[in-house]
T-cell receptor, first 112, second 114 residues
Framework: TQLLEQSPQFLSIQEGENLTVYCNSSSVFSSLQWYRQEPGEGPVLLVTVVTGGEVKKLKRLTFQFGDARKDSSLHITAAQPGDTGLYLCAVFLYNQGGKLIFGQGTELSVKP | KAGVTQTPRYLIKTRGQQVTLSCSPISGHRSVSWYQQTPGQGLQFLFEYFSETQRNKGNFPGRFSGRQFSNSRSEMNVSTLELGDSALYLC?????????????FGPGTRLTVL
């Protein structure tokens, strides 16, 4: 069983559409991060959310941390081909010696 | 400043061989973490080093090992390679390796085991 469940696993949309990606867990976290990974590259940190209910915006990307700090969502408005990539949520587990654990990821393809 | 570099970028080995991968962190970063990425299992934590000491290890067999040098550069070694070890191996560096400290990833080493 994955600690972080991401949905959907795959998403193929047309340029200009909106989309939402979800990251869910039954555990409570002190913070949660979102990364984007493009083909042939390593993941790049997009945002860190630390407060329950927090909303952060990064241009057309909106990130929300659930009130109970168990889940998060990533919403993209008017998707563009440059948004194509693998979106990963991740949490740092202090109680297991300190390690970053990732969700399985959402593979997003935005077609022109 | 220069990012995290990994060498080699691509590697082809046969079953039973061993392999060593190298990671040079961002200057000033003392923590280096290693991850294995496969389509089936996703990104999985291998181990983390800080100031030449392994602080944490993931759930991988003893064939996977690593070390860190005094200049923070790190290597990981996989002995007696198996077909299932084919994966993208990523390293990430950060100042402390703890909590919300940003981890900067390298481009990875693509290992293929035949």
């Amino acid at each position: 069983t994955q600690l972080l469940e991401q949905s959907p696993q795959f998403l193929s949309i047309q340029e200009g559409e909106n989309l939402t990606v979800y990251c869910n867990s039954s555990s409570v976290f002190s913070s949660l991060q979102w990364y984007r990974q493009e083909p042939g590259e390593g993941p790049v940190l997009l945002v860190t959310v630390v407060t329950g209910g927090e909303v952060k915006k990064l241009k057309r990307l909106t990130f929300q941390f659930g009130d109970a700090r168990k889940d998060s969502s990533l919403h993209i408005t008017a998707a563009q081909p440059g948004d194509t990539g693998l979106y990963l949520c991740a949490v740092f587990l202090y109680n297991q010696g300190g390690k970053l654990i990732f969700g399985q990821g959402t593979e997003l393809s935005v077609k022109p | 400043k220069a990012g995290v570099t990994q060498t080699p970028r691509y590697l082809i080995k046969t079953r039973g061989q061993q392999v060593t991968l190298s990671c040079s962190p961002i200057s000033g970063h003392r923590s280096v973490s290693w991850y294995q990425q496969t389509p089936g299992q996703g990104l999985q934590f291998l181990f983390e080093y800080f100031s030449e000491t392994q602080r944490n290890k993931g759930n991988f067999p003893g064939r996977f090992s690593g070390r860190q040098f005094s200049n923070s550069r790190s290597e990981m070694n996989v002995s007696t390679l198996e077909l299932g070890d084919s994966a993208l191996y990523l390293c990430a560096s950060s100042k402390t390796g703890q909590g919300t400290d940003t981890q900067y990833f390298g481009p990875g080493t693509r290992l293929t085991v035949l």
